[in-house]
């Protein structure tokens, strides 16, 4: 079991660049969310899904979009990057959201 | 939604010593509350959970009690080491469907040899 495996650790981005963070699990998990982890700020949630083909918005959706086409995984697009993205992400999945998360080793994005 | 708190946000302790940490929730039907540890630099893991048909629940070390009428539930560290200090969130979550797993902002806990 690789558990969630994210990609890539690092990225440094201009402004108004796209690219994808991806995400997968090999647990089986229905359950994956997306977080943001600022300092003073704890863990924000992004975008999140119950499901394959079932995501929802979560405290800071704007400027982020997700699908989800497979159990195992779950990008995150970044459409237009701006400096306000700049921070540590963070994939996690569960069997549902009332049982213990299993994070990714996170993705350091810089965007200048 | 849900709303946790977390309390202090800053903990130094004596190596040795025990440490506390207390959550408080605003969701009276949050039924799910765990613990996880984040070191530096690394990703956040779960150390210990427990659910709201249990007041206390213990691993090794750990601790986690938990009182409904007052909503709130802490994470008791006894005896602690240096590897013990680490960023630690709380968080609560009432289960299935979309309902969302909210997390505090986290406590950065100290231990001083």
């Known amino acids: 079991n690789a558990g969630v495996t994210q990609t890539p650790k690092f990225q440094v981005l201009k402004t108004g660049q796209s690219m994808t963070l991806q995400c997968a699990q090999d647990?089986?998990?229905?359950?994956m969310s997306w977080y943001r982890q600022d300092p003073g700020m704890g863990l924000r949630l992004i975008h999140y899904s119950v499901g394959a083909g079932i995501t929802d918005q979560g405290e800071v959706p704007n400027g982020y979009n997700v699908s989800r086409s497979t159990t195992e995984d779950f990008p995150l697009r970044l459409l237009s990057a701006a400096p306000s993205q700049t921070s540590v992400y963070f994939c996690?999945?569960?069997?549902?959201?009332?049982?213990?998360?299993?994070f990714g080793s996170g993705t350091r994005l810089t965007v200048v | 939604g849900e709303n946790v708190e977390q309390h202090p946000s800053t903990l130094s302790v004596q190596e040795g010593d025990s440490a506390v940490i207390k959550c408080t929730y605003s969701?009276?039907?949050?039924?799910?509350f765990p613990w996880y540890k984040q070191e530096l630099g690394k990703r956040p893991q779960l150390i210990i959970d427990?659910?709201?048909?249990?007041g206390e629940k213990k691993d090794q070390r750990i601790a986690v009690t938990l009182n409904k009428t007052a909503k709130h539930f802490s994470l008791h560290i006894t005896e602690t080491q240096p590897e013990d200090s680490a960023v630690y969130f709380c968080?609560?979550?009432?289960?299935?469907?979309?309902?969302?797993?909210?997390f505090g902002k986290g406590n950065q806990v100290v231990v001083i040899p």
């Open positions: 427990i659910r709201s048909n249990v």
């Open positions: 996690a999945s569960s069997y549902s959201n009332d049982y213990g998360y299993t």
């Open positions: 647990m089986n998990h229905e359950y």
């Open positions: 969701d009276s039907a949050s039924n799910y």
């Open positions: 968080a609560a979550s009432r289960g299935g469907g979309n309902n969302r797993l909210a």
